[in-house]
């Protein structure tokens, strides 16, 4: 099981881990192409929580001083998550069309999404299903856990970084360490060689569709590093569905940016995360172990004023993104645990 018990790691034990030689990548390769203006909101509720509202007001009673600690005190018991969801972004001046989000509860299948067709600049979370293809590939007997791969000709998007792992692993990397790397620090270098494994990037924009398929003209992530929540929800349903598969990219997601993104607000509980950011996008994408646990897919633009040509992350967008976070979980707590 992986909420209530902490996946652990199977990593190759034949490999002594190496300390991380680099800081966390700044930018990740990406678009730099600005979603659309849809302000289509969305829909999509499939059954109805069946707690009593007695049930919803003892949480939120509880809950209260932590709510008010925050200021993030909404009417949680009595709107549903999209309604909550748009209440922040009003009190907070954010135009409905620069969130997106996909949320499934996992114990009723309960679904709530909005604007989750439009376009969103993916930043780094291209990283988690480019890993579950390439455990596809070792699972089939294709590719070697424990073979060393050449880097030092590795496409690579800051050549400080490139360099550093060159001189680190002594231009050879294993894919334990190449999934490790990507994930835990979210570092493009590993994950360019892990894209290599597979024929390279091209290749693998063409392999996404193995774990679901949006419903708009985004469909899985494109060439311009662009998703939808529609399509990324699949990815993490289908990481669920396949725990023991992928249980190395769980360990790593599950000990990645503590006390940042999605763990930043909403604490004491396991949160198996893929955050992503790249100049005005923001991104989390998580497995949220609750009593009851359930899958969000968050992608964001523009929070804190950033834009297309900013290149430091934003110390406002990046409080948003956690309190979104933050009222995303409690609405959950309130009505599904």
């Known amino acids: 099981m992986m909420c209530g018990v902490l996946v652990s790691s199977a990593v190759y034990s034949g490999q002594a881990r190496k300390a991380h030689p680099t800081k966390v990548a700044a930018n990740y390769p990406t678009s730099q192409e600005k979603p ?70 996992l114990t009723s299948g309960q679904i709530y999404a909005m ?22 590939e070792v699972e089939k007997g294709n590719l070697s856990m424990t073979e060393r791969f050449d880097i030092t000709h590795t496409r690579y998007e800051y050549i400080g970084e490139h360099n550093n792992y060159v001189a680190a692993f002594n231009g050879t990397m294993s894919i334990p360490e190449m999934q490790e790397y990507s994930l835990l620090y979210s570092e493009n270098t590993p994950a360019y060689a892990l894209a290599e494994r597979l ?13 679901g398929k949006g419903k708009g003209d985004v469909e899985t992530i494109n060439q311009q590093n662009q998703t939808t929540t529609d399509y990324y929800i699949q990815v993490l349903d289908y990481l669920w569905k396949h725990q023991e598969k992928y ?37 989390i994408d998580a497995i949220v172990c609750e009593e009851k646990p359930y899958l969000i897919a968050l992608y964001t633009a523009g929070l804190g004023g950033t834009t297309p040509e900013s290149n430091e992350i934003s110390g406002v967008g990046i409080t948003q993104v956690g309190q979104l976070a933050y009222v995303i979980n409690e609405w959950h707590r309130v009505n599904m645990n």
């Open 115 to 136: 604007n989750e067709t439009q376009p969103m600049t993916a930043g780094s979370t291209y990283k988690l299903p480019l890993n579950m293809l390439v455990v596809d």
């Open 247 to 283: 249980k190395d990219l769980l360990y790593y997601i599950g000990e990645s940016f503590p006390n940042e993104y999605y763990k930043r607000y909403v604490r004491d509980i396991p949160i198996y995360q893929k955050p992503g950011y790249v100049a005005e996008a923001l991104n």
């Open 199 to 211: 024929g390279g990037l091209d290749k693998a924009y063409t392999m996404y569709q193995h774990y």
């Open 36 to 105: 659309k203006n849809s302000s289509k909101e969305s829909k999509l509720v499939t059954r109805v929580s069946s707690k009593s509202m007695e049930e919803k007001q003892k949480v939120m009673e509880s809950d209260l001083p932590v709510m008010e600690a925050y200021g993030l005190y909404y009417d949680y018991a009595n709107l549903n998550l999209v309604q909550v969801v748009k209440a922040y972004l009003d009190e907070m001046g954010i135009e409905h069309s620069q969130v997106a989000f996909s949320y499934k509860d």
